[in-house]
C-alpha cells in the first residue's frame, strides 16, 4: 500500500538528523583531535550533534537601558 501524497514529507532528509553516519562521526573526530590515524573504527566515543535554532532578538542589558536616559538627560542641560 502506497502513502498519500498529502502525507509524504517534501524536504526529506533536508531538517537536522539527530544520529551521524560513521564516516561523519569519525570527521568530527578528527577536527577535535579526539581520533588517532591508526585506530578502529569500532568502539567511537559519542559525538554530540548540534541543533540549528532559529535566532532570537538580543534583550536590552540593564546596563544599556540605564545609560541611554542617562546621556539624553546630560544632553537637555
Known amino acids: 500500500m502506497s ?3 498529502t502525507l509524504k ?3 526529506g532528509l533536508s531538517g537536522s ?3 551521524l553516519s ?3 562521526r569519525i570527521a568530527r573526530l578528527l577536527e ?3 581520533f588517532a590515524a591508526g585506530r578502529s573504527p569500532f568502539g567511537l566515543p ?3 550533534v ?3 535554532i532559529a535566532g532570537k532578538k538580543k534583550k536590552k542589558t540593564v546596563e544599556e ?3 541611554a536616559p542617562a546621556a539624553a538627560a546630560k544632553g537637555k542641560k
Open 22 to 24: 560513521r564516516s561523519e
Open 50 to 52: 548540534q541543533k540549528a
Open 3 to 5: 502513502i498519500d501524497k
Open 46 to 48: 559519542k559525538v554530540r
Open 65 to 67: 537601558g540605564a545609560a
Open 32 to 34: 577535535e583531535d579526539r
Open 17 to 19: 538528523r539527530n544520529v
Open 9 to 11: 514529507i517534501r524536504l
